[in-house]
């Protein structure tokens, strides 16, 4: 078997608990989404956003996938005039559902929906859900792709602002019922390209963690629309933290980062951290990261092999030195 499946299975296996999305040692408090008709200087490049859940192929119960504050509207959102913008969750399973190459873009472009619709709903600005929960499912863990790259069944959902110019902010959680948040045992969730809000709180530091296999000698991170808001991180059991470039308002930024011996088969730890001496409020950026050949990596919500933490003595010599 691939080396890069041996470890990515067991360190998966490792992980008893699934964790919501975002989740808790991420820090960050909402995904976002705005409506196709705000304009990109608000942190949404697309308008749209894709996660994938993986299930264990070993788990037999049913699985729900559920939505927090889906509506636009309310105490969490962000209003642009006047409330006006719908927004549509769409779950997919089946063959395709990743393993099209599309799926796993970070553009919502070609046969990105690939694979077999399982449930859809569009939400406006009904308060019905403000606050709340909507489910999705039950799912038997069979109906997602089965995957060997990343070790079980995959389910995939994307949210799309399909009208209006508001920004949703919402979260997602997968369980075995459809009306309590109880953790899925060895389920994770990843995504390709992560658009997230921040905290305002500017002491409060938010992570990703993207998964470097064996294969991976340097990477090149791309943010859009950070704001100029403090610095961004790359931390690692190697790099105490190495700063990237930064975007400011409506550009993109990108930077190269070589890739030490001691970080490969481990996920990095991307810090954002906000410039404690000004203030930028509602600020919402767009992250994605890709190998030396272009392909992107996955942000897993439970990193894979654990929170990397800084190991000193671990020697930082570059792949292939």
């Known amino acids: 078997m691939n080396k890069y499946i041996i470890v990515l299975m067991t360190a998966l296996s490792s992980q008893m608990l699934a964790q919501p999305v975002p989740a808790k040692d991420e820090n960050i408090p909402f995904l976002v989404t705005f409506g196709k008709d705000a304009g990109t200087k608000w942190g949404d490049d697309d308008y749209c956003q894709t996660f994938f859940f993986k299930i264990k192929q070993d788990f037999k119960q049913p699985i729900y996938i559920r939505v927090f504050d889906p509506d636009c509207s309310g105490q969490h959102d962000e209003k642009n005039a ?9 779950v997919y399973g089946g063959l395709g559902c990743i393993s099209n190459k599309d799926a796993t873009g970070t553009d919502p472009v070609g ?7 399982l449930g859809t709903k569009t939400f406006g600005q009904k308060s019905d859900y403000d606050n709340g929960w909507y489910t999705f ?12 790259k990343y070790g079980g069944y995959i389910f995939k ?51 990703i963690y993207p998964f470097v296999d064996d294969k991976v000698i340097s990477i090149e991170q791309r943010n859009f629309d950070w704001d100029n808001d403090g610095y961004i991180k790359i931390c690692s059991v190697a790099t105490l933290g190495e700063s990237v470039n930064i975007s400011n308002e409506n550009t993109w930024s990108s930077s190269i980062y070589e890739i030490k011996k001691a970080e490969r088969g481990k996920s990095l730890d991307i810090q954002f951290t906000k410039d404690k001496n000004t203030t930028v409020n509602n600020n919402n950026v767009v992250f994605s990261v890709r190998n030396q050949y272009g392909e992107l990596l996955p942000f ?22």
């Open 111 to 117: 046969e990105f929906k690939s694979g077999t619709l």
């Open 82 to 90: 006047d409330f006006n913008t719908m927004t549509k969750y769409s």
């Open 137 to 148: 499912g039950p799912f038997n863990p069979s109906d997602g792709e089965l995957s060997t």
């Open 300 to 321: 897993y919500v439970v990193p894979i092999g654990g929170k990397p933490k800084y190991q000193p003595q671990t020697k930082v010599t570059p792949v292939g030195q």
């Open 157 to 207: 959902i994307i949210c799309e602002g399909i009208k209006g110019d508001d920004g949703n902010l919402y979260q997602y959680f997968l369980t075995t019922h459809p009306e309590k948040n109880l953790p899925v045992e060895g389920g994770n969730a990843f995504t390709f390209e992560y658009t997230f809000r921040l905290h305002k709180d500017p002491y409060q530091t938010s992570h």
